[in-house]
């Protein structure tokens, strides 16, 4: 440990057992990346930017994420220990990097929980009607009933209740939820090709031309990091990987889960496209449910992918809180001499981000978007910040051992730091393109946000500031 507290030698073999193998790390990643948005959002993204647009700006994002990822490989084969962006920032750029992109890792979690805990009650709503009711109020435009709340509170406590039981509960949870959603999923995309008309994928929405189409795609890219994330929560767990996975093999699956899920993503938009006309598609409440019944025929096509979207849920709450209460552990250790890498067990780093979590669900609905695009900005600033430490550490420190390179050398991360902040810039100004003259709402929750970590900086690390950073060796092993 550093004179900050922050750990460098990993987890003890008592914290983590080194139980983590490939299959565990492939759950984590894919499960925390296909959710529930692939049912909430595909009507958005067929109606906004159609479904060639959106295929193409997945494309180009993953090849953005890919090389996020392989930053974050190298960062992560270099200082082989669990807590990831946050422990990478500190030996980089010092403890204000760190608390900075902690601060947001914390926000990314706590964003989608919410996000994946409302969309919940709205799966459960669709699938049994019986549920329905009247709303209690309104947020944004959008009402929240008493069994939404309920359903929404329910599940954050049940993935906190999976995750106190410890590493191993909460991997093969992971493992079992990842499978049954992927493979509802896969049987929607093979109906696609089978029994849709794979060539509307590449028509343009009703009353749209060719022009301005860049934007649209760009939309998508910007986006990408929210969407095709997940890769980070191998980082944030390589310390408690089984001892037969080297680092070399982590960091290829952290850049082959990325590929994998904007594969996913894609089959998906190209199977609702495929199976009726886009207006009936992006008119339905659910358009990846109709268009599972469209391609099936009957109900209980869409009622599978209900069950996967649900899956879904639950996998990537798994992956998202086991994931950042690692970064709690080691965020903790800004304002205490403790021991970042203390048993989860009967600790307060996953009851702290399921409350906030709980708290934001309140909102409903009417917050799914605002967290979502609030998220992708934090998203992209943690990602930035990885990738230029990536760079800092080629120039300063050339020789040091690197499991895994990112390939291209120097100009293959610039240009991937480009893109982020391109990215970045985008998604910041891209609510004002809006014909509204109030404060983007994103803006405001995610502005709401910084200011709250301003008061924690000023809390729990302005009186250490004066220590400096840690020491820049590498971690031990």
């Not at 990993?10 to 193998?21: D, F, K, N, T, Y």
């Not at 100004?429 to 809006?434: C, S």
């Amino acid at each position: 440990m550093t004179k900050d507290g922050l750990s460098t030698s990993g987890p003890s073999p008592s914290a983590g057992h080194r139980e983590l193998g490939p299959l565990a790390f492939l759950a984590l990643a894919i499960g925390g990346q296909i959710g529930v948005g692939w049912i909430t959002f595909v009507g958005f993204w067929l109606g906004d930017a159609g479904a060639r647009d959106t295929l193409a700006g997945f494309a180009v994002g993953a090849v953005m994420m890919a090389g996020v990822a392989a930053c974050h490989a190298e960062l992560a084969g270099m200082m082989p220990v669990s807590g990831g962006e946050i422990v990478y920032a500190e030996r980089v750029f010092g403890r204000f990097a760190a608390f900075l992109v902690g601060w947001f890792l914390l926000f990314i979690a706590v964003a989608m929980l919410s996000f994946e805990a409302v969309s919940l009650g709205w799966m459960l709503e669709t699938l049994f009607p019986i549920l329905r009711a009247p709303p209690l109020f309104s947020v944004l435009g959008a009402g929240v009933t008493a069994p939404e709340l309920i359903i929404s509170q329910a599940s954050l406590w049940l993935v906190y209740a999976v995750n106190r039981r410890g590493l191993h509960a909460s991997a093969r949870t992971g493992e079992f939820l990842t499978a049954a959603k992927v493979a509802i999923v896969l049987c929607l995309i093979v109906g696609g090709l089978l029994f849709g008309q794979p060539g509307r994928a590449l028509e343009l929405p009703s009353g749209r031309s060719g022009q301005g189409e860049l934007w649209r795609v760009l939309g998508i890219v910007a986006a990408s990091p929210f969407w095709i994330g997940g890769f980070s929560s191998i980082a944030k767990l390589v310390g408690e990987r089984n001892s037969t996975l080297s680092m070399r093999t982590v960091g290829r699956l952290m850049v082959a889960t990325v590929i994998a899920s904007a594969l996913i993503y894609m089959g998906i938009v190209g199977a609702c496209a495929a199976a009726a006309p886009v207006a009936e598609t992006i008119g339905a409440p659910l358009p990846a449910v109709f268009a599972a019944d469209a391609l099936f025929g009957g109900g209980w096509a869409g009622r599978a992918i209900l069950v996967a979207g649900i899956a879904g849920i639950l996998s990537i709450m798994n992956a998202v809180l086991l994931s950042s209460s690692r970064v709690m552990r080691v965020f903790r250790a800004f304002n205490a001499d403790v021991d970042a890498n203390r048993t989860a067990r009967g600790s307060h780093d996953f009851l702290l981000i399921v409350a906030a979590a709980a708290l934001c669900s309140v909102a409903g609905r009417g917050a799914l978007a605002p967290l979502n695009n609030a998220g992708a900005m934090a998203a992209i600033i943690c990602y930035f910040v990885m990738c230029l430490a990536t760079l800092r550490l080629r120039i300063k420190e050339p020789g040091a051992e690197r499991p895994f390179r990112t390939p291209g050398g120097a100009p293959m991360l610039v240009a991937i730091l480009v893109a982020m902040g391109s990215a970045g810039g985008y998604l910041l100004a891209q609510p004002l393109l809006g014909a509204s003259k109030a404060p983007p709402m994103e803006w405001i929750v995610f502005g709401s946000w910084i200011g709250l970590g301003a008061l924690a900086w000023r809390i729990l690390g302005a009186k250490r500031v004066g220590e400096g950073p840690s020491a820049r060796r590498a971690p031990e092993q």
